[in-house]
């Protein structure tokens, strides 16, 4: 669990309105060579470096993806509904630049997979916050107001419904004679 307990500098140097102040002096922070100290201002936030990671639509949904193990680009292609080849080869190769994602090439043939690397694995608590905290907010309009339960009748149960509700109810017991 991350803990919010240590401020960032810009939160604590920040003025009452909320902005900082516009000129630094290296004198109020000793123990800062100049170099290091190079205008506190304008470093960006935590927060800023997170979200230019994770910029777009598409980075997190890959990271999500690519949460149980290396996959071919194609399966990739499949399982991103709405996103183009050029869009997905942008984003993968963007990724990759930024360390998130290694591609990785089988020797005997041309096919390539893409996983996370250590750096991108380490993406995996914030992208499944993003997830749980969606489906908090999700989960309570998708719930069917009930009927009165004179009016309640249970529809024909299609091919599929059927088979749901079996796996559901698990596997049958023996009967005893």
């Given at each position: 669990m991350t803990s919010f307990s240590d401020p960032f500098p810009r939160a604590v140097?920040?003025?009452?309105?909320?902005a900082l102040p516009a000129v630094r002096s290296t004198a109020s922070r000793p123990g800062l060579a100049p170099a290091a100290s190079a205008d506190i201002a304008t470093a960006?936030?935590?927060l800023e470096v997170t979200l230019g990671v994770l910029d777009g639509r598409w980075k997190p949904l890959l990271i999500w993806q690519l949460f149980w193990g290396a996959r071919p680009f194609c399966e990739l292609m499949r399982r991103m509904p709405g996103m183009t080849k050029k869009r997905l080869r942008r984003e993968l190769a963007d990724m990759e630049r930024r360390g998130l994602v290694r591609r990785i090439v089988s020797p005997d043939s041309r096919r390539a997979s893409y996983g996370l690397t250590l750096?991108?694995?380490s993406?995996?608590?914030?992208?499944?916050?993003m997830y749980e905290w969606g489906l908090r907010l999700v989960a309570p309009t998708l719930r069917v107001p009930a009927r009165p339960a004179a009016r309640a009748v249970r529809p024909p149960d299609t091919p599929r419904a059927a088979v749901l509700r079996l796996?559901?109810?698990?596997?049958?017991?023996?009967k005893q004679v």
């Amino acid at each position: 669990m991350t803990s919010f307990s240590d401020p960032f500098p810009r939160a604590v140097e920040a003025t009452s309105e909320g902005a900082l102040p516009a000129v630094r002096s290296t004198a109020s922070r000793p123990g800062l060579a100049p170099a290091a100290s190079a205008d506190i201002a304008t470093a960006p936030s935590p927060l800023e470096v997170t979200l230019g990671v994770l910029d777009g639509r598409w980075k997190p949904l890959l990271i999500w993806q690519l949460f149980w193990g290396a996959r071919p680009f194609c399966e990739l292609m499949r399982r991103m509904p709405g996103m183009t080849k050029k869009r997905l080869r942008r984003e993968l190769a963007d990724m990759e630049r930024r360390g998130l994602v290694r591609r990785i090439v089988s020797p005997d043939s041309r096919r390539a997979s893409y996983g996370l690397t250590l750096l991108g694995e380490s993406l995996k608590p914030v992208v499944g916050g993003m997830y749980e905290w969606g489906l908090r907010l999700v989960a309570p309009t998708l719930r069917v107001p009930a009927r009165p339960a004179a009016r309640a009748v249970r529809p024909p149960d299609t091919p599929r419904a059927a088979v749901l509700r079996l796996l559901a109810e698990g596997p049958a017991k023996p009967k005893q004679v």
